[in-house]
């Protein structure tokens, strides 16, 4: 048997030329104790934190490999929560930028997350359609809430009050009870998906975004205020604004799901028309809970102003003057009583356009603060990897927003599509849409941008000095590198140039077009007739011209300089000879055009890509085709061999770039990281870095690795990759007890991590038991021998962990389960170690160890198992004892949490007697509370005014 070939792994060196990715939202962070400087950008699989002011990223909160699709900040600001594609979520804290603690419930793409006022519960909502209530502090899932039959687009906990709002593409709004865990009242009367909603005005108003131009807003009544306030409601109160008759049928339906039993009313009051004639994409509160942003998928945002309670009055007051001033010329009687009763409060005269906003372009998501100075800062995420950030100064009547701060430099406004590497491999040259970029390769930063028209082919020229582009208007652009000028563009061809390739005597290139000519070009060194001096510059000059039968899609000479090959559009490719472009070969097998082909360093073997998902080799000595290889799930856009080799890559739109071994036809090894479709790539000189570039405008590097890469373990390593997710897709464990159909269910899903911990309890459990089993027919020896015999022979891993016993190691080993997989875990449990769990479960809390874990443990097994738990009489001794026990332990525990509580609350009212100081919670919660009783009165003395 021969030797296993070995190769070298590739792996990702860097990401780069990312502000912004589209497919999350944006939200302003705190750093360094400022606010409105910081913002947190989802950037593929990580989050970017820039200063928005000087354009600088300070701290980078690495992923995994899923893309990030929804951030939300905690109402501290010290944690962040992000949320993946796969459906997971991690908190980042904000200080240290690492991952605090990582939930995994949901099947696909996380698209809302919110925290709770005391940032002590997350919610999340997600594409399968399901909401998990997640407990942040004992870092574990409390409940599915399963009841919207469309995406999830909005999750909002209430302030005062434990209820939950959310918003689904069913139409459906819906409002959960969370002591009870299920949904007591859905609004029925959208017609369309319901994109956004919010809750402000202290739990009183729901404003729901729909797809129209209609803002929706509700008001809110709870039942328990409507009993203690009576009919004392004060005339400014929102309840007094009139209800809008001509949606009456739209309120039927939500009038039809009124139960008497319901802890709150939700009454339409109207709309706020908004300029945008498409749907409304987001809707955002500052912490204020006065200004409200408002934007569609177009590129214009509304800001509204939500009016206080005074402004409010003062706008009644002077519409009930002058309305009471046209009365009286009217008729001359001063009726003003009449006039106080008919007027009242509109829709307008509480929430009011501010301002609009035209962003340079489409608006992914914003974010709003206020500043000390009633400045309200937008930071705008655009959809061409772009941040923007403008300032309002609300004191003025008509505010006019001012662009202040704007992220662009590092990045480009749309997709690369072509790339090339510097002969020294220092330098990668990047081209799209609008421009050319020459980033440095070492550092990442870019120094040199140069404008330039919708780049499709690139490369560098005359000793990396210079730069030529081709481009979709069929033209030519020759860049001096040194001062990023433009020094001519070259009317080249008819149609789009989708090719060059550069001679490999450097003297000149040919271009492919889609006029269907391929063009050849000598570099010549002319004098300007414009300028005086003597210096020249270079220039191309056209020497030939080969017609072809169709339009060519990439062309390439062989580095023998020997022949000229080019594919077309009839999915052939034809070879030429270089020097008297003779015709020599036509390659024929794809059933698809042919988008990209190369040719190995020893002008032996041309790889072709096609649309039809294959790559195919070809000899070029007769033309024979070697072997014809499914690459991709999808068109294959670029293919490059690594110099002087025949191993090669190729990138296609199925997110992957791949490297094959062209002697062998064996699949090496795949580089995923791309979330969208790789464009191009450019491989090194030297072969040691892989640049590519997406459809999700990212820049990815890729560098050679010293580990070696056996063929045989890379497959296994995909094998049990696919086998993880494969537990992670399939059905999920059936509960007891439970109905498929229930609104309620386990927060936690089977991943490979649970199977896992499930079967390292297992162990443990095994362990425990022959360990006691040894240590027991020691003591039976001992007492028969009468006499003290040598201990037994530990087991291996108890001397590894210290000489543990078996009951502290089996105690470590739950303990590392982490928290959030814990029931899951337990879930997987067959029930014969169930009947061995619940004993030592009794031990432990007996003798007082981990009492909150073993009680966690305990009540989830009652629960699961109660049936099979309670007709075994074997285990009846055990469950009394643990009757017993865990409600002494839990007192034990509750009472000395309270004594420490009270010894707390002892020492603060002593440093508080001796430095007369109030704490800074206690001050702001008084002063709540005197606003509370400020109100009260204020209502009373309206009250008694008006009988």
């Known amino acids: 048997m021969g030797l296993t070939k070995q190769y070298l792994r590739y792996a990702s060196s860097a990401l780069f030329g990312v502000v912004g990715s589209n497919k999350a939202n944006i939200v302003f962070v705190e750093q360094r104790g400022l606010k409105g400087k910081y913002a947190a950008v989802p950037a593929c699989e990580h989050v970017f934190i820039w200063d928005i002011r000087k354009g600088e990223k300070v701290l980078v909160l690495q992923g995994t490999k899923h893309e990030v699709t929804y951030l939300a900040k905690s109402p501290q ?147 328990d205020q409507e009993e203690e306030e009576g009919d004392g409601e004060s005339p400014v109160k929102k309840a007094k604004l009139q209800r809008v008759e001509e949606f009456g049928t739209e309120d039927e339906g939500e009038e039809d799901e009124e139960e008497e039993s319901s802890i709150l009313t939700c009454t339409r009051v109207g709309s706020v028309m908004r300029h945008g004639r498409e749907r409304v994409a987001s809707l955002s509160l500052d912490a204020t809970g006065r200004f409200m942003g408002c934007h569609g998928p177009d590129s214009s945002l509304e800001l509204f102003l939500h009016c206080t309670e005074d402004e409010a009055k003062k706008k009644l007051q002077k519409r009930q003057k002058r309305a009471r001033k046209r009365q009286r010329e009217k008729d001359g009687d001063q009726n003003e009583d009449q006039e106080d009763t008919e007027l009242s409060l509109e829709l307008g005269d509480q929430i009011r356009s501010l301002c609009h906003i035209k962003a340079a372009s489409k608006i992914r998501s914003f974010d709003v603060l206020v500043e000390a100075d009633n400045t309200a800062k937008l930071v705008l995420l655009l959809h061409n990897n772009t941040i923007e950030t403008y300032s309002i100064s609300t004191t003025e009547k008509k505010p006019e927003p001012q662009r202040s701060s704007m992220v662009s430099l590092p990045s480009h406004r749309s997709d690369v599509r072509t790339l090339s590497f510097s002969s020294d491999n220092t330098t990668v040259l990047s081209g799209s849409g609008d421009c050319v970029k020459i980033w440095n390769r070492s550092t990442l930063q870019c120094i040199r941008t140069m404008k330039s028209g919708y780049a499709l082919c690139s490369a560098f020229v005359t000793g990396e000095r210079h730069c030529i582009i081709g481009n979709k208007a069929g033209q030519l652009e020759l860049f001096d590198i040194a001062s990023g000028t433009i020094l001519e563009t070259i009317e080249a061809h008819e149609g789009a140039v989708w090719s060059i390739s550069v001679a490999p005597d450097k003297k000149g290139f040919v271009t492919g077009s889609a006029d269907k000519t391929l063009k050849f070009w000598q570099f010549e060194l002319v004098s300007d007739e414009d300028e005086k001096q003597t210096s020249k510059r270079l220039t191309a000059v056209h020497t030939r011209t080969l017609q072809m039968s169709d339009d060519v899609l990439c062309v390439k000479y062989s580095p023998d300089q020997r022949l000229v090959a080019a594919s077309l559009l009839d999915s052939t490719i034809k070879v030429f000879f270089a020097d008297t472009l003779k015709f020599f070969l036509s390659l024929y097998g794809h059933k698809l055009p042919v988008l990209t082909m190369d040719i190995s360093s020893d002008s032996t073997l041309l790889v072709s890509g096609s649309a039809d998902r294959n790559i195919k080799l070809w000899g070029l000595d007769f033309g024979d085709c070697h072997k014809s290889i499914f690459a991709h799930d999808d068109s294959i856009m670029c293919v490059q061999f690594v110099p002087d080799t025949h191993l090669f890559f190729t990138g296609g739109k199925d997110k992957k770039i791949k490297q094959w071994d062209g002697d062998n036809f064996e699949h090496v090894q795949t580089l995923e990281g791309h979330h969208g479709e790789v464009w191009c790539l450019a491989i090194s000189p030297n072969g040691d870095h892989v640049a590519s570039s997406s459809h999700d405008k990212s820049l990815r590097l890729w560098e050679r690795t010293e580990e070696p890469l056996v063929l045989q373990e890379e497959r296994e390593m995909e094998r049990e990759k696919e086998f993880e997710e494969s537990i992670a897709k399939g059905e999920q464990t059936t509960i007891p007890g439970e109905a498929a159909s229930a609104e309620t269910g386990m927060a936690g899903k089977k991943t490979i991590e649970t199977v896992k911990a499930a079967e390292r309890i297992m162990e443990a459990l095994e362990l425990y038991k022959e360990e006691t089993t040894k240590l027991k027919e020691h003591e039976i020896q001992c007492k028969l021998q009468k006499k003290k015999l040598p201990p037994p022979k530990m087991h291996p891993l108890l001397e590894v962990y210290g000489n543990l016993t078996p009951k502290k190691y089996f105690m470590q080993v739950l303990k590392k389960v982490k928290s959030s997989e814990l029931e899951e875990s337990l879930l997987v449990l067959p029930f014969n170690y169930i009947l061995d769990l619940l004993p030592l479960l009794e031990n432990y809390i007996s003798s007082g160890l981990e009492v909150e874990l073993c009680c966690r443990c305990l009540f989830f097994l009652l629960r699961i198992h109660h049936g099979q738990i309670t007709s075994n009489q074997l285990l009846l001794p055990v469950i009394e004892k643990l009757r017993h026990g865990t409600i002494q332990k839990v007192t034990e525990l509750r009472d000395t949490i309270g004594f420490n509580m009270a010894g707390l609350q002892h020492l603060q009212r002593e440093l508080e007697a001796g430095q007369e100081v109030q704490f800074f919670a206690d001050a702001t919660g008084r002063l709540k509370e005197k606003k509370k009783k400020r109100k009260k009165t204020e209502a009373k003395a309206v009250l008694a005014m008006a009988t």
């Open 77 to 223: 600001g010290n944690t962040l929560a992000v949320g993946y594609a796969d459906g997971s979520i991690c908190l980042f804290s904000l200080v240290t930028g690492e991952v605090t603690v990582t939930f995994s419930g949901h099947k696909s793409a996380v698209t809302a997350l919110s925290f709770d006022q005391q940032a002590l519960r997350l919610v999340s909502g997600s594409n399968d359609t399901d909401v998990i209530v997640w407990d942040v502090v004992n870092e574990s899932g409390l409940f599915r809430l399963k009841g919207h039959k469309g995406v999830i687009t909005q999750c909002v906990f209430m302030k005062e009050h434990n209820i939950l709002v959310t918003s689904s593409k069913d139409t459906f709004v819906k409002f959960w009870d969370l002591d009870t865990q299920h949904c007591f009242k859905t609004l029925l009367a959208h017609r369309t998906e319901v994109w956004d909603c919010l809750v402000c005005d202290n739990d009183q108003r729901l404003i729901t975004g729909a797809a129209d131009s209609e803002l929706r807003v509700w008001d809110i009544a709870f039942k």
